[in-house]
T-cell receptor, first 114, second 114 residues
Framework: GENVEQHPSTLSVQEGDSAVIKCTYS??????FPWYKQELGKGPQLIID?????GEKKDQRIAVTLNKTAKHFSLHITETQPEDSAVYFC?????????????FGQGTILTVHP | SAVISQKPSRDICQRGTSLTIQCQVD?????MFWYRQQPGQSLTLIAT?????????ESGFVIDKFPISRPNLTFSTLTVSNMSPEDSSIYLC???????????FGPGTRLTVL
């Protein structure tokens, strides 16, 4: 089955800096890669996603890049703000019978210092 | 995006008892899933809730421990049976439609077993 590795496990930045979180996946048939933000006491919130036919997607301060050959994808947050502090999870949906089944990375605790 | 509610939001239970968690979505969805998030950990898929038929369980999860119902396209329940302290986790439902891989999560049910 699919396996997703996420790095770093913790990330601390100053307000206004950029933050980058990286994930690798194992199933070359995987075709959908969402990113979720989870604040304390809440469920995961979808913040951006990318499909395998696209190399990059951007939504305001958030962007995701995908390298299918290397089987890795990254989340980029620019001009970070204290409210960006949360746990971020990458995920992937594998191919074949894995339809709809998300496999999550281990999570990154992002702290943005004012 | 779909609006998802879960009941209860949290509970403290005694070992050996069972708890049923409800998941309600405000629109008809094709797919509903149940995930477990152990303290400080990532999310792990328990099962896919199938309407009108038995749920599809992932490796390591069995129906006797986590019976699931899905009587219609907007509602599902997960029961955690014969609980032990190791079952203390956040239990989350998620939904998706057949036309997209996009999954949205409920707010979660925080379970503590004493």
């Amino acid at each position: 089955g699919e396996n997703v590795e996420q790095h770093p496990s913790t990330l601390s930045v100053q307000e206004g800096d950029s933050a980058v979180i990286k994930c690798t996946y194992s199933d070359s048939a995987s075709n959908y890669f969402p990113w979720y933000k989870q604040e304390l006491g809440k469920g995961p919130q979808l913040i951006i996603d990318i499909r395998s036919n696209v190399g990059e997607k951007k939504d305001q301060r958030i962007a995701v890049t995908l390298n299918k050959t290397a089987k890795h994808f990254s989340l980029h947050i620019t001009e970070t703000q204290p409210e960006d502090s949360a746990v971020y999870f990458c995920a992937a949906i594998g191919g074949g019978t894995s339809y709809g089944k998300l496999t999550f990375g281990q999570g990154t605790i992002l702290t943005v210092h004012p | 995006s779909a609006v998802i509610s879960q009941k209860p939001s949290r509970d403290i239970c005694q070992r050996g008892t069972s708890l049923t968690i409800q998941c309600q979505v405000d629109s008809q969805v094709t797919m509903m899933f149940w995930y477990r998030q152990q303290p400080g950990q990532s999310l792990t898929l328990i099962a896919t809730a199938n309407q009108g038929s038995e749920a599809t369980y992932e490796s390591g999860f069995v129906i006797d421990k986590f019976p699931i119902s899905r009587p219609n396209l907007t509602f599902s329940t997960l029961t955690v049976s014969n609980m032990s302290p190791e079952d203390s986790s956040i239990y989350l439902c998620s939904v998706a439609t057949a036309s997209t891989d996009t999954q949205y999560f409920g707010p979660g049910t925080r379970l503590t077993v004493l």
